[in-house]
């Protein structure tokens, strides 16, 4: 296969070199980043014929974990490091 889409045999090199009592979530939507739990690996075959292996998320209410956290959106590249802005002296009273 000369795609740059990912295959089953690269998702399991990858899998395999990561911790295997660690848990699987997926991270979704870089505008705004979320995280799931996947529930269901299921294999099918597009209109085009091509085997595909789709990573679902589960159905209950508690699929959506909430935000990415920012060091992964960063590691992604969905978004750049951002620092917090300059802080400027405190104004007192009486306008000094």
Do not use: K
């Not at 089953?8 to 979704?28: E, I, P, S, T």
């Amino acid at each position: 296969m000369t795609s740059s889409e990912m295959t089953v045999g690269d998702l399991g090199d990858r899998l395999a070199a990561c911790d295997q009592n660690a848990v699987v979530r997926q991270a979704m939507n870089p505008f705004f980043p979320m995280v799931h739990r996947l529930a269901q690996v299921l294999q099918s075959v597009d209109e085009t014929g091509q085997t595909v292996v789709y990573l679902a998320e589960g159905r209950d209410e508690n699929a959506q974990l909430g935000h990415l956290p920012p060091e992964v959106a960063i590691e992604l590249t969905w978004q750049g490091p951002v620092q917090a802005p300059p802080r400027r002296p405190r104004r007192r009273a009486g306008g000094n």
